[in-house]
Every structure is written in structure tokens, then in C-alpha cells.
């Protein structure tokens, strides 16, 4: 029972952030107000979101098959909207190895941080303990609970027919086999494209997706979720009952498995959201504290 009140009280959080987010994004003025004072009032309120907003980084996690470069289109974009971005290299060796690894990226940056996972690494960012992470988002990502693995939650419902059965090599990495990644993977993106990324893909060891998982950090933060409706590899159903167990601000796109890389334009939107929902919190801190 008090699990289903956290989980609640973090949606009811999540809600708030954003409709305090509009306010101070100058999309809701104060019932009653004058044309002049309602524009003084969005014009004060937008320069304190921009000050906050532009304190976040933004750090996007790679899951399996991938590397930073499946973010490309998401980090030009937020870039140039002003956001500091980097994206964390990660082994995919093992859960602890790349907790480890997005630690280590997180040292080269100053005040707070929103999360971003795609896929595996949902599970590396919720296994996440530092205290200046505000925000995390998933996109169509596994976030396993505390004493699972990912496997568990990725074998939860049945897989689609088009995702490959996957079987070890001799050093126990796990590959996509090349005739299957375009239409498992990526079934959204450009021939060439699908034949670039399976050309370029990184493997992940049987070791990651076989260790338990800490204590989550979305028990406690403020999280998102895309739920990928076409997504051949994690079975949506999956998705959508991650994103709710977690209390997560839930939006659902017809876009594939590799949404950061064929839908961008979707991903960086729920970015946006996580980031004023973070500018909100911490505008709200720092007049409390």
C-alpha cells in the first residue's frame, strides 16, 4: 500500500512540476491579471526558467547495439536550444561496470542533472546514486526493480516474432545478427541507415542483463517514459506497465525501438518536459531553502 502512495505521490509531483512548468514557461498567466502585468509576469517567470534550465545537464545513456552516436540528432537539437548535453560511453560489460561508467561522465559536470536511458540503460540510470540527479527519463527503456534483472523484465510479456533470438558468442557477448537488426531493431530507419548501424553495433555481455539490480532511484525522482508502440524488441505491454509501476509522466508514440535515432523529434520533446519539470523543482528549492 505505501508503494502505490509513493508511486502516486510521485505522479501527483510529476503533474504539478509540468503545470508549474507552463506557468513559468509563460504558457499559463494568473487568472485576472491585466494584458501588461500578465506579460511582466510570463517575461519574469521565463527569464527564471532559462536561469534554471540552463544549469541542467542533460545526459544521455546508450543501451545495447548502440553507442553515443545513436544520439546525434537529439544532442544537435538540444545544443542548440542551449543545453548542456553529453553523452555517456558505457561498456554494456555489466550492470556495476556501467553504473560505474556513467559515474565516471558524471564527474565532468556541475550542478543538476537529467537522465536520459534508451532501452537497457534504463537500468543504469535507475541504479544511479548521485545526489544531483533531479530528473530521470525512459525511453522505451527496462527498469528493473530492486533484486531483479533485466532479463526478468524483458522476458515479462512475449517478445514480437520479428525479435531474434539471441544466443552468446564464445566470450559471452550477445550480437544482433546483421539480417535481422533493420527489421527488429530499427524498422523505421532508411535502408542504408539500418545497414550503418548493424555494421556498427556493440554487443552486450549475457554478465548485464543477468545481476540484480539495486534499489531504483525512480522510487524517489520525478521520471518519464516513452512507451514505443511499434517497438519490436521490447514488447510494449512491457512498457507501459514499467512506466506505471514507476509513477512516470507517460507518453505513447507510434515510433520503433530506435526512436533516438528515427523519431528524435519525439525523444527531445519529453526531454524538454523533464527539464522544466527540473527548472520548477529547483526555482522552488532555492526559494525555500
Known amino acids: 500500500m505505501s508503494e502505490e502512495i509513493n508511486h502516486d505521490r510521485r505522479y501527483f509531483l510529476g503533474a504539478a512540476a509540468m503545470t508549474v512548468a507552463a506557468a513559468e514557461l509563460g504558457v499559463i498567466a494568473p ?3 491585466n494584458p501588461h502585468a500578465r506579460r511582466k509576469v510570463v517575461q519574469a517567470s521565463t527569464r527564471r526558467s532559462e536561469t534554471a534550465a540552463a ?3 542533460v ?5 545495447a547495439w548502440a553507442d553515443g552516436s545513436s544520439w546525434a540528432r537529439v544532442i544537435t537539437s538540444l545544443q542548440s536550444g542551449g543545453l548542456k548535453t553529453l553523452a555517456a560511453p558505457i561498456p554494456l560489460s555489466s550492470l556495476s561496470d ?6 565516471r561522465a558524471l564527474e565532468r559536470t556541475d550542478g543538476p542533472l537529467v537522465l536520459v536511458a534508451h532501452a537497457y540503460a534504463g537500468a543504469v540510470i535507475g541504479a544511479c546514486t548521485n545526489e544531483r540527479v533531479r530528473s530521470l527519463v ?3 527503456a527496462l527498469s528493473p526493480d ?22 552468446p558468442d564464445s566470450h559471452g557477448l550477445l550480437w544482433m545478427p546483421d539480417d535481422r537488426f533493420s527489421a527488429a531493431w530499427c524498422q523505421h530507419a532508411r535502408p542504408e541507415q539500418a545497414a550503418l548501424l548493424a555494421a556498427i553495433q556493440r554487443p552486450i555481455a549475457v554478465a548485464a542483463i543477468q545481476e540484480k539490480a539495486p534499489k531504483p532511484a525512480w ?11 511499434e517497438d519490436r524488441m521490447i514488447n510494449p505491454a512491457t512498457q507501459l506497465f514499467l512506466a506505471r509501476r514507476m509513477g512516470a509522466q507517460v507518453r505513447s508514440e507510434k515510433v520503433d525501438h530506435a526512436s533516438p535515432i528515427t523519431a528524435p523529434e519525439r525523444v527531445i520533446r519529453m526531454i524538454h518536459e523533464a527539464v522544466a519539470g527540473s527548472a520548477v523543482r529547483q526555482s522552488s528549492t532555492q526559494q525555500h531553502g
Open 59 to 63: 545526459v544521455l545513456v546508450h543501451g
Open 146 to 167: 530492486e533484486g531483479e534483472t533485466v532479463a526478468d523484465v524483458f522476458y515479462r510479456d512475449k517478445l514480437s516474432p520479428e525479435a531474434p533470438k539471441l544466443n
Open 138 to 140: 525512459f525511453i522505451s
Open 219 to 229: 522510487k524517489t525522482k520525478p521520471s518519464w517514459y516513452l512507451v514505443a508502440e
Open 98 to 103: 556501467d553504473v560505474a561508467a556513467l559515474e
Open 55 to 57: 544549469n541542467v545537464t
Open 31 to 33: 487568472a485576472g491579471a
